[in-house]
């Protein structure tokens, strides 16, 4: 199989450092574009910036840079999370989803849903789920 392009997407949780690790891992093994997208939902989180997203954007970025992917690059959409990865994934032509499975189970991913589930059964490419 030939990867040309990866989309990350991140939900800077304290799994994420370990998501771009294993995506950027992939992204030097096959030499292929790394692409961390970060979904800002229509509710922000609460005292979390436009500047601290770029700037957790970056940090992630150089992680990757340092874990070796020679083409890593950000990118920050509004809208909910799910349908935009999916869109964005189509719209770049990516050939894998590299995304962190939360073990949402039961009853709060009844209620709350699972991005992750989501966009395993509606990307227009293969999705890689990595656990925390």
Same mark, same amino acid.
């Given at each position: 199989?030939?990867?040309?392009?990866?989309?990350?997407?991140?939900?800077?949780?304290?799994?994420?450092?370990?998501?771009?690790?294993? #995506? !950027? &891992?992939? =992204?030097? $093994?096959?030499?292929?574009?790394?692409?961390? @997208?970060?979904?800002? %939902?229509?509710? /922000? *989180?609460?005292?979390?910036?436009?500047?601290?997203?770029?700037?957790?954007?970056?940090?992630?970025? #150089? !992680? &990757?840079? =340092?874990? $070796?992917?020679?083409?890593?690059?950000?990118? @920050?959409?509004?809208? %909910?999370?799910? /349908? *935009?990865?999916?869109?964005?994934?189509?719209?770049?032509?990516?050939?894998?989803?590299?995304?962190? #499975?939360?073990?949402?189970?039961?009853?709060?991913?009844?209620?709350?849903?699972?991005?992750?589930?989501?966009?395993?059964?509606?990307?227009?490419?293969?999705?890689?789920?990595?656990?925390?």
């Amino acid at each position: 199989m030939t990867l040309s392009t990866i989309l990350c997407p991140l939900d800077f949780s304290a799994a994420s450092a370990a998501l771009v690790a294993y #995506a !950027a &891992a992939l =992204a030097v $093994g096959t030499g292929a574009e790394l692409r961390l @997208l970060y979904v800002q %939902e229509p509710q /922000p *989180v609460p005292g979390c910036t436009g500047l601290q997203v770029e700037q957790a954007l970056g940090v992630h970025r #150089a !992680a &990757a840079e =340092a874990a $070796g992917a020679s083409r890593v690059s950000t990118q @920050l959409v509004r809208g %909910e999370a799910a /349908p *935009v990865i999916v869109a964005e994934a189509r719209r770049q032509h990516a050939d894998l989803i590299v995304i962190g #499975a939360h073990g949402q189970t039961g009853l709060s991913r009844f209620l709350m849903g699972n991005t992750a589930e989501v966009v395993v059964r509606t990307a227009p490419c293969p999705t890689l789920l990595v656990r925390e």
